[in-house]
């Protein structure tokens, strides 16, 4: 079973920034669209940005757009996302997840890592 990792998380403060990683041990993510998900206790699973196999295509939620970017590269077998300008309402722990499918956007994630905490605070 493929099990990807987060990296990147911490505590920052409003206005500031962090890069979460994702990468996989054993396997290749090229062939996969790669979406960032995060969750609050007691809230839903929101879809943060999503990215396409060929990184041609992206997606990211209203309340992220223009903050964050995802991006990939495949030579290091690695998606990040870049969050800038952090507010507190970011805070969560985010996942990222892999999808075989190839529908757009993706309609099923197949592999999820365990999570990166992000917290930002004053």
């Known amino acids: 079973q493929l099990q990807l990792v987060e990296s990147g998380g911490g505590l920052v403060q409003p206005g500031g920034s962090l890069r979460l990683s994702c990468g996989a041990s054993?396997?290749?993510?090229?062939?996969?669209?790669i979406g960032w998900f995060r969750r609050v206790p007691g809230k839903q699973r929101e879809g943060v940005s999503i990215?396409?196999?060929?990184?041609?295509?992206?997606y990211y939620a209203d309340s992220v757009k223009g903050r964050f970017t995802i991006s990939r590269d495949n030579a290091k077998n690695t998606v990040y996302l870049q969050m800038n300008r952090l507010k507190p309402e970011d805070t969560a722990v985010y996942y990222c997840?892999?999808?075989?499918?190839?529908?757009?956007?993706?309609?099923?994630?197949?592999?999820w890592g365990q999570g990166t905490q992000v917290t930002v605070s004053s």
């Open positions: 990215i396409s196999a060929s990184g041609g295509s992206t």
């Open positions: 997840a892999a999808a075989r499918n190839s529908w757009w956007p993706p309609y099923e994630y197949d592999y």
């Open positions: 054993g396997f290749t993510l090229d062939l996969y669209a």
